[in-house]
């Protein structure tokens, strides 16, 4: 089974860009569709985008043409590079499979986005 571990969260202006990473373990990463997904304090979890085990992309509509979603295969890491960041990106970051799997949820990287 896949153990995730997420990084690169952190505070940032608006306007500001982050990249996080996802290290993943296990098997079988490399034909698995991998996401990011975001929770808002007080808000449900929502995705943010996915990327396909061939590298197809998919992305949420608030995050279109800010947010670019890669993965590498060797390094079992998938990425999430975030430009032009809002307040409204201010959340707690995962990434799991997608669908996501609910026994491999890690602890998640926080964003702040101050205004």
């Known amino acids: 089974q896949v153990r995730l571990v997420e990084s690169g969260g952190g505070l940032v202006q608006t306007g500001g860009s982050l990249r996080l990473s996802c290290a993943a373990s296990g098997n079988p990463f490399s034909r698995l569709t991998m996401a990011w997904y975001r929770q808002a304090p007080g808000k449900e979890r929502e995705l943010v985008a996915y990327?396909?085990?061939?590298?197809?992309?998919t992305y949420a509509d608030s995050v279109k043409g800010r947010f670019t979603i890669s993965r590498d295969n060797t390094e079992k890491a998938v990425y999430l590079q975030m430009n032009s960041l809002k307040p409204d990106d201010t959340g707690n970051y995962y990434c799991?499979?997608?669908?996501?799997?609910?026994?491999?949820w890690g602890q998640g990287t926080p964003v702040t986005v101050s205004s």
């Open positions: 990327i396909s085990h061939v590298g197809g992309t």
């Open positions: 799991n499979t997608w669908p996501y799997n609910r026994h491999i």
